[in-house]
Structure formats: structure tokens, C-alpha cells
């Protein structure tokens, strides 16, 4: 396992950003996607759990040690998992809940390397999966009955959202976002070349990577001087699934009895502590600005991406999209006129067909909102 980084790659890719005409008009600013569900698993998902596994591989305690990658997830976070793993060439179990759905253990078992790979499913919900799981394989290694002596095997837990290798994997995309923006003339030193970044948030590891990564890029870029204007940070979520705005209104951490989304990639009950530290208090130059929709306004914005810009994401990131285009985004990022610049984070997600988006598309015309 003592790989340096230069020979161990990255299971995740660069991914294009583009701005999109249709949305732009809609939204009344210049409206930029990033393509995150290009990943190799089909969601940002692949950045955070990609670094995480990445990590354990090049850290010099587990040098010839045969690392074993343990996954609790309700499908893409489990997914991003097996890619990566598969990439790199190490062993991973995933346990997800029975209420994950057919195709995405079909797509879990397919992506695996042939005996390398296993999907195991236990309880009704991500957290007894995940309970499962840790308690198996994580707390208790030696559950095999082989003697310690005999183990040169280390179990490592891969958890969806709430680690900090994962929001460092997440905040890669700022720089690159950075970096593909057209430059602004009169943009000032150190500023983020956008006013706004909407991204969706389940548990908060995407949204955590971002707030982090633009903290890392301003400090960088401006060193103490952080630009007067603030980057806002949209954090979209469903109602249902909102359990980031939830803590925000109570101003503590607090869990949803639970998930009523259909958005269930948000299906988080309880965010990250480190989330809700990073809303009610963001770095100098980052603001935070909840948006909750409905599960209509998700559908509406995966029917849009499909029908606008041919690309299929789940409810969970057309939360996202449709976020870009709302009368609220006006309000709560100020100054967006036709030269303003909002990023959505298509996140992505591998629980959706064409079928799905069909049948979005004809309850949207029937009235659901």
C-alpha cells in the first residue's frame, strides 16, 4: 500500500463547466452548470468518497496492510464507493438498506470488480444499515474468528457525508470552477469569479466541501484582504428532507422524525454538526442562504435539465436547478442582474431512467407541486 501520490491516481475527474442560454434566460443572470454527475460513478460523489479512499491508501500507518473499504449508503455514496475502490484496485462491502432500489443494486453490483465487490442489504433505512455495518465490520474486526495474529487485513469505514477527507474531496471543485469561469474585467483581487454556488444538501458533504473550498481559494487568492462582496452559497434541499433548514430555524442541530421527501438521496435525517456549525457561522467572504422546494419544484428542474440540456439527474439535483431560475434566488443573493454569475452543481445521482423523468413530466402537467 505504500504507493507514493504521484503513482496512485485520482478516482475522480475534472469535470466541464458550461453555461447554460436556456437557463440564463429563465434565471435573468448568466446561469453556469458543473457537471458533476460525469464523475466515474455518476455524482459528485466521487470526489469526497474517491479523497477518503485515496487517503487511507497513501497514509504511511497502513503500509502493507490489505485495506478492506466498508460503505453504508442508500445507493450513490455506496456507488462512488465501489468505482473508486475498483479503480484502485482494493476490496469494498457495501451495505445498503432493503429500501434501496432495485436498479441502483443492480448498478452497485455491476460496477464492482468480480470478487472484489459485496452488496449486502440490512434494515429499513440508512441508519440501521449504517448500524449494521459498524458494528460488523468497523467495531469489531475480528469478526472472521481469525486471531489477531493471523489479520493483516485493516477495516476501514467509508461513511456518505460526515468526514473531513470527504469535504476536502468535495471543495476540489471550487478551484476548478475557478479556474473554467470566463474572467470578470472588473474583478477584483481575490474575488471568486461568482456571485452565487447553489448546491443540494442531504447530509452536507458537498456543501461542507464547497464552504471549505472557497475559504481555501479566498485566503489564497487575497491572503487577509477577503473581498467586501460575499460569495453566497445556496443550500437547496426539499421539504421532507430538509433537515439543514430544520437546524437553522431551531439554531441548533436537530433530526426530522422523518424522511417524507421523495428526494430520497437527501434522505438524511440529521446533517452533518460540522454542516450546521459551517451555515450559522461561514467563513469571512462566504455567506449561506437556505432554499427549501418541493418535491414538484425537484421535478421540475429534472425535467427541465432533460428537456434544456439533455442530461438526467434525480430529484435530488433538480432541487438544484430549479433553485437557479426561482424568484427567491433574486432576494437572497443581491445585485443578480443579466452580468451576474450563479454555478448549479448538477450533483448528479444513478437512481433515475428516462421512464422516471416521463412519468415526472406527466405529474407536473397533472398539477403536482
Not at 42 to 47: M, N
Request: some cysteine.
Amino acid at each position: 500500500m505504500g504507493q507514493s501520490s504521484h503513482t496512485l491516481k485520482k478516482p475522480w475527474i475534472e469535470t466541464p463547466l458550461i453555461e447554460s442560454a436556456a437557463l440564463s434566460k429563465v434565471a435573468g443572470c448568466r446561469v453556469f452548470l458543473k457537471l458533476e454527475l460525469l464523475q466515474p460513478s455518476g455524482s459528485f460523489k466521487s470526489r469526497g468518497i474517491g479523497n477518503l479512499i485515496r487517503t487511507a491508501l497513501l497514509d504511511p500507518t497502513n503500509k502493507d496492510k490489505d485495506l478492506h473499504f466498508y460503505s453504508s449508503s442508500g445507493g450513490n455514496a455506496g456507488l462512488a464507493a465501489i468505482v473508486a475502490t475498483r479503480d484502485l484496485g482494493c476490496p469494498c462491502t457495501v451495505v445498503v438498506p432493503h429500501s434501496t432500489t432495485p436498479l441502483m443494486i443492480s448498478k452497485l453490483r455491476a460496477a464492482g470488480a468480480a470478487g472484489a465487490t459485496e452488496v449486502v442489504q440490512h434494515g429499513a433505512n440508512w441508519l440501521e444499515a449504517d448500524t449494521f455495518l459498524r458494528q460488523s465490520y468497523i467495531d469489531n474486526e475480528s469478526c472472521d474468528g481469525r486471531a489477531d495474529s493471523e489479520r493483516n487485513q485493516k477495516n476501514i469505514y467509508v461513511p456518505p457525508f460526515d468526514h473531513p477527507d470527504i469535504w476536502t474531496g468535495a471543495g476540489t471543485m471550487v478551484s476548478e470552477i475557478a479556474a473554467q469561469l470566463p474572467p470578470r474585467d472588473d474583478e477584483s483581487a481575490g474575488a471568486f469569479p461568482a456571485d452565487a454556488i447553489i448546491c443540494s444538501v442531504g447530509g452536507g458533504g458537498l456543501f461542507n466541501g464547497i464552504v471549505e473550498g472557497l475559504n481555501t481559494y479566498l485566503h489564497s487568492r487575497a491572503g487577509s484582504q477577503i473581498p467586501v462582496k460575499p460569495v453566497r452559497v445556496v443550500a437547496a434541499e426539499t421539504q421532507g428532507a430538509d433537515s439543514l433548514a430544520y437546524s437553522l430555524r431551531a439554531g441548533s442541530l436537530q433530526s426530522l422524525q422523518a424522511i417524507t421527501s421523495q428526494a430520497t438521496s437527501l434522505g438524511a435525517v440529521c446533517v452533518a454538526p460540522k454542516v450546521l456549525e459551517s451555515a450559522l457561522s461561514p467563513p469571512a467572504g462566504v455567506e449561506v442562504v437556505s432554499f427549501v422546494g418541493s418535491d414538484g419544484d425537484a421535478a421540475r428542474g429534472v425535467v427541465r435539465l432533460a428537456d434544456e440540456m439533455r442530461l438526467q439527474v434525480e430529484l435530488a439535483c433538480g432541487i438544484s436547478v430549479e433553485a437557479a431560475v426561482a424568484e427567491k434566488l433574486k432576494t437572497s443573493v443581491p445585485g443578480l442582474g443579466p452580468d451576474g454569475r450563479v454555478v448549479v452543481v448538477v450533483c448528479g445521482g444513478s437512481n433515475v431512467t428516462a421512464e422516471m423523468i416521463a412519468e415526472y413530466r406527466l405529474r407536473l402537467q397533472g398539477g403536482w407541486d
